[in-house]
């Protein structure tokens, strides 16, 4: 049996190299627990480290790695910064984990 398709080599590199990249960042507990209550509504910073009782710069910092691989949305209300899931972005990861794990 042949594993051509996912060697070194293969044209699925780049995409096994890029779901690795965002289950890396999504194995962090604290990460799934923050998309979690972005799949249910727009919160700003100061609702979600109330809401997992979790120190603001930690729920920042979390917050900076989902924005990295544009799974966040973020928005200014005000002095407010407002976050979502960005839909498109994780249907895309979910499509790219689904074509690689056939």
Known sequence: MSNKCCGKNSK???DILKLKEFLKIISDANRLRILCLLTRKELCVCEIFEELELPQNLVSHHLAKLEKLSLVKKRKEGTFVI????QKTL???KNLFNQVIK
């Open 12 to 14: 699925r590199t780049g």
């Open 83 to 86: 976050y979502s899931v960005n």
């Open 91 to 93: 249907k895309q990861y």
